[in-house]
């Protein structure tokens, strides 16, 4: 069983993302916030596997209590997806950038945002359908100049290669056509390049790929 909060200050909205969550056999929403720290204190006691996030919410808003749930230790199993009204919102690559496993837009489909919460709990989902490698490197633009590529020298050449392939938006199956290897053989290369440099998920890989310098915005494979 899977087990959701719900952080959202508009009670139609939660109330929503509730009946079709709880409609689910494999699903169940744990609890339901109003603010950021409303958010913060039931993640804290009910540790829930996935968190809807609102990213603008009152008290608290949703990325300073991304940060504070994905900078706890004691949360490190707590995966947070980030809610927005618009695809091109100017936080969204902030999100990703403060720990957000990654983000949808409220009007995604039904069986989209069903997809995306399984998914996210195997640190596989990233961006809302519809966003496009494009945005991803519009948002990379607006991040911070790329740090020292120190922590690249843990990764083989493969899975600098495979690193840089996630940094660019390619699923698994696409990484796995481009090396003309087995999906299988991707998807562990790409595990293994989360495990040697500490990323909670695919999101914080694409971050690292971007702020190590490995991928530069614009890049679009």
């Known amino acids: 069983m899977i087990r959701v909060l719900l952080a959202d200050d508009q009670s139609l909205v939660r109330a929503g993302f509730k009946a079709l969550l709880d409609a689910q056999a494999d699903l169940e929403v744990a609890g339901e916030a109003a603010d950021g720290d409303e958010a913060l204190r039931k993640v804290r006691a009910l540790r829930p596997d996935v968190v809807l996030m609102d990213i603008r ?22 995966k947070v997806v980030m809610l927005t009204t618009f695809e091109l919102d100017e936080y969204v690559f902030e999100a990703i950038r403060s720990g957000a496993s990654g983000f949808l837009v409220k009007d995604t489909e039904p069986d989209e945002l069903l997809r995306a919460v399984r998914a996210v709990v195997e640190g596989d989902a990233l961006l809302s359908p519809g966003v496009t490698r494009r945005l991803i490197s519009e948002f990379a633009a607006r991040s911070k100049e790329p740090a020292a590529a120190g922590l690249l020298t843990r990764l083989t050449e493969r899975e600098r290669e495979v690193m840089a392939l996630v940094g660019i938006g390619l699923s698994n199956d696409e990484i796995a056509r481009r090396l003309v290897v087995s999906p299988l053989t991707a998807k562990t290369h790409v595990s293994r390049t989360m495990v040697k440099l500490g990323a909670r998920d695919r999101a914080q890989l694409v971050v690292m790929a971007y702020e190590s310098g490995l991928v530069r915005p614009g890049w679009l494979g």
């Open 57 to 78: 919410m009152p008290v608290l808003d949703g990325l300073a209590a991304t940060r504070r749930v994905t900078g706890d230790p004691d949360l490190k199993d707590v």
